[in-house]
């Protein structure tokens, strides 16, 4: 079992910049991949990072490519989501996932673990 514990949402302006942290339990963290996901109101929750377990492989979403980096900490048991240059679209609950094996994948269903979510929203 593996529980997730994010932090680091709030509201900001256009063009600032947030970092979100997930806290994980459990002394095998490095066996997880792990990855982001979040959901804006009225919509089905996407993708937006992911990073395999030694943290070689990373993975994101076209939208936020350039803008937001994952990247974990084996030793802190936490996995970070800077995300700079925010939009308005970037509006939405963001919640940490983990899977056991080392690929990271876009797909909803294949991650075992959820966070609580937290907020995070960017206005104009």
């Known amino acids: 079992q593996v529980q997730l514990v994010e932090s680091g949402g709030g509201s900001v302006q256009a063009g600032y910049s947030l970092r979100l942290s997930c806290a994980a339990s459990?002394?095998?963290?490095?066996?997880?991949?792990m990855g982001w996901f979040r959901q804006a109101p009225g919509q089905d929750r996407e993708f937006v990072a992911g990073?395999?377990?030694?943290?070689?492989?990373?993975r994101h979403a076209d939208s936020v490519k350039g803008r937001f980096t994952i990247s974990r900490d084996n030793v802190k048991n936490t996995v970070y989501l800077q995300m700079n240059s925010l939009k308005p679209e970037d509006t939405a609950v963001y919640y940490c996932?983990?899977?056991?094996?080392?690929?990271?994948?876009?797909?909803?269903?294949?991650?075992?673990?959820w966070g609580q979510g937290t907020q995070v929203t960017v206005s104009s």
């Open positions: 459990g002394r095998t963290f490095k066996d997880y991949t």
């Open positions: 996932v983990a899977r056991g094996g080392d690929r990271v994948t876009t797909t909803i269903g294949q991650y075992d673990f």
């Open positions: 990073i395999s377990g030694g943290g070689g492989s990373t």
